[in-house]
C-alpha cells in the first residue's frame, strides 16, 4: 500500500489514467473510502452543510474544519488528504492565510489545502507554495461565495465569464497549485482548459474531460438531501437503508423481541443466590 501524493497526482494527468476524490468528514468513512482506493479524499467545508446543517458554507469556522480534518486524517492511510480553507482564512491577507493552511497541515495533519478563487487569490497561494503548503485551487461555482452568486448556478456561460476562468486557471498554475477543482461550468469549457494547463482538473458538474472527478460523498449515498444537483449519480440509498434498520429497531424495542438471548450477558448462578439470599442460604 503506497501512500498518494501530490506528485501522484500530477503523474496521473500525464498518464491519462483518471482522478477519483470524494469528500470524508469523519473517522469510520474515511477509513471506508481509503481501504476503498480512492485517491484523494476531500475534508469539504461541504461539512458545514451535509454533516453540520448550516445553511450554507459561510458559516464554517476553522475550528470546525480541524476538528474533521483530524478524523479523516486518524482514519486514512493510503489517500491524499485535502482540507479546505474555510471561508474569511484565506481572505485576510497573506499571513492569515499561511497560518491558517499551516495549521490544517500542522494540526489537522492534512496533506494539502485547497481554496476557492482565482487570480484573486493567487498572492496567498504562492505564499503557501512558499511555505511548502501543497495547494488545490477551485474555481468556477465557488461556494463561499454564495452571497455574491445569488445561488448555485452553472458558471462561466458567457464568452467573458469563460476568459475569467480559462485565466484564473492559468493564474493558479503559474501560482504552483497541484491541481484546480472545476465545479459547475460546461463541458466544453472544461475540456479546454484542461487541455491548457499543465495540473490535473477535477471534474464536479463539468463533465467527463476534467483528469478526474469528485462528488460530495453524502450525495452519491443520498445520505443528506433528497434533492441533489444534476451533476450527482447516486450510488446507494443510505437514507433508505438507516430509516428501515431505525423502524426495525423501533419494532423490535417495542415488541421485547430485542434485546434476545444472544445479546444478553450472565452471572454465575451462585452468585446470583448470595446477591439475593446473602450468606445464610
Ligand atoms: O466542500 C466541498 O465538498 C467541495 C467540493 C464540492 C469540491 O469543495
Given at each position: 500500500m503506497k501512500k498518494i501524493t501530490t506528485e501522484t497526482i500530477r503523474r496521473k494527468k500525464n498518464s491519462d489514467e483518471p482522478i477519483t476524490m470524494l469528500t470524508a468528514y469523519d473517522y469510520p468513512t474515511a477509513m471506508i473510502l481509503d481501504e476503498a482506493g480512492i485517491d484523494i479524499l476531500l475534508v469539504g467545508d461541504s461539512v458545514g452543510m451535509v454533516v453540520l446543517g448550516y445553511e450554507d458554507t459561510t458559516q464554517v469556522t476553522m475550528e470546525d474544519m480541524l476538528h474533521h480534518v483530524k478524523a479523516v486524517t486518524r482514519g486514512s492511510k493510503r489517500s491524499l488528504i485535502v482540507a479546505d480553507l474555510p471561508f474569511l482564512s484565506y481572505h485576510l491577507g497573506v499571513h492569515e492565510a499561511v497560518k491558517n493552511a499551516g495549521r490544517l497541515i500542522q494540526e489537522g495533519k492534512a496533506n494539502a489545502v485547497k481554496l476557492e478563487g482565482g487570480i484573486e487569490v493567487v498572492d496567498q497561494t504562492k505564499a503557501m507554495v512558499n511555505a511548502g503548503i501543497p495547494v488545490m485551487g477551485h474555481l468556477g461555482l465557488t461556494p463561499q461565495s454564495i452571497n455574491q452568486l445569488g445561488g448555485y448556478y452553472i458558471q462561466g456561460k458567457s464568452e467573458e465569464k469563460a476568459k475569467k476562468l480559462i485565466e484564473d486557471a492559468k493564474a493558479l498554475e503559474e501560482a504552483g497549485v497541484f491541481a484546480i477543482v472545476l465545479e459547475c461550468i460546461p463541458t466544453e469549457l472544461a475540456e479546454l482548459i484542461t487541455k491548457n494547463v499543465n495540473v490535473p482538473t477535477i471534474g464536479i458538474g463539468a463533465?467527463?474531460?476534467?483528469?478526474g472527478q469528485v462528488l460530495v460523498t453524502h450525495d452519491i449515498l443520498n445520505l443528506y438531501s433528497n434533492k441533489s444537483p444534476k451533476f450527482v449519480k447516486e450510488y446507494a440509498n443510505i437514507q433508505e437503508i438507516i430509516t428501515e434498520a431505525t423502524k426495525n429497531y423501533i419494532e423490535d424495542v417495542k415488541s421485547k423481541t430485542f434485546p434476545s438471548s444472544e445479546h444478553v450477558f450472565h452471572i454465575d448462578e451462585s452468585v446470583m443466590n448470595l446477591i439475593i439470599y446473602g450468606g445464610n442460604n
Open positions: 463533465g467527463a474531460n476534467c483528469d
